[in-house]
C-alpha cells in the first residue's frame, strides 16, 4: 500500500502564488507515476497534472503555463507550484499515486483563491 500526506493548501489571492506538496511512503517502490487533481463543488474530479518516473509531465489546459509539477524522489515528495492562480482553481485538491496494483490518493487539501 502506498500513503499519501497532501499538504500547502489556504487561501491564496488571484495573481499569487501557493505550493501544494505531496509526501509518499509505503510501497514506494510500486509508484509508476503521480499526479495532481482537483475537485470544485458540484463538479467530477479532474486531472491537474501528472509525473511520471522519468520526469515526464502532462497538464490540463486550464493551467498550462502557470501551474508546475515536480518531483523530489529523495524525498518522495511531489509538489504543485501554482503561480498566477483565478479564482476558478478553487478546489479541493488530491495527490494521486498511479501503481502496479492501482490508485492510491490523498486526503485533499483546500485550496481557495479569493481576494
Known amino acids: 500500500q502506498v500513503q499519501l500526506v497532501e499538504s500547502g493548501g489556504g487561501l491564496v489571492q488571484p495573481g499569487g502564488s501557493l505550493r501544494l506538496s505531496c509526501a509518499a511512503s509505503g510501497s514506494i517502490f510500486s509508484i509508476n507515476a503521480m499526479g495532481w487533481y482537483r475537485q470544485a463543488p458540484g463538479n467530477k474530479r479532474d486531472l491537474v497534472a501528472t509525473?511520471?518516473?522519468?520526469?515526464?509531465?502532462n497538464y490540463a489546459n486550464s493551467v498550462k503555463g502557470r501551474f508546475t509539477i515536480s518531483r523530489d524522489n529523495a524525498k518522495n515528495t511531489v509538489y504543485l507550484q501554482m503561480n498566477s492562480p483565478k479564482p476558478e482553481d478553487t478546489a479541493v485538491y488530491y495527490c494521486n499515486a498511479m501503481t502496479t496494483w492501482g490508485d492510491y490518493w490523498g486526503q485533499g487539501t483546500q485550496v481557495t483563491v479569493s481576494s
Open positions: 509525473i511520471t518516473l522519468t520526469g515526464s509531465t
